[in-house]
């Protein structure tokens, strides 16, 4: 079963910064799009970053100018830079990444990530 994996997650202090990166047990096709997602204690999950196959990148307004989302298909791995992080950062930060198995076909498949916690706080 594919499975993507993410490491880097940790407690860091505010103003710092933290590298998480998830990778996929396999290669995959066709790429569509990578993203961050994250949820904080009661609060719904929401779209942080995401990257398409074509290189564009989107953020949310709260990280924008402090994340960066980048990807290396080669290796099925999609990395989210964050710096000058803040405490309303803190969250469990989720990788997802669509595909489609069979070239010609329009069908997409989503993996997720088993999600990383981050917490900033001094």
């Known amino acids: 079963q594919l499975q993507f994996v993410e490491s880097g997650g940790g407690l860091v202090q505010p103003g710092g910064s933290l590298r998480l990166s998830c990778t996929g047990s396999e290669r995959l096709t066709d790429i569509v799009d990578m993203a961050w997602y994250r949820q904080a204690p009661g609060k719904q999950r929401e779209l942080v970053a995401q990257v398409t196959s074509s290189g564009d990148k989107t953020y949310v307004d709260s990280v924008r100018g402090r994340f960066t989302i980048s990807r290396d298909n080669a290796k099925n791995t999609v990395y989210l830079e964050m710096a000058s992080l803040k405490p309303e950062d803190t969250a469990v930060y989720y990788c997802?990444?669509?595909?489609?198995?069979?070239?010609?076909?329009?069908?997409?498949?989503?993996?997720w990530g088993q999600g990383t916690q981050v917490t900033v706080s001094s």
């Open positions: 997802k990444v669509r595909h489609r198995p069979y070239h010609a076909n329009a069908y997409t498949r989503t993996y």
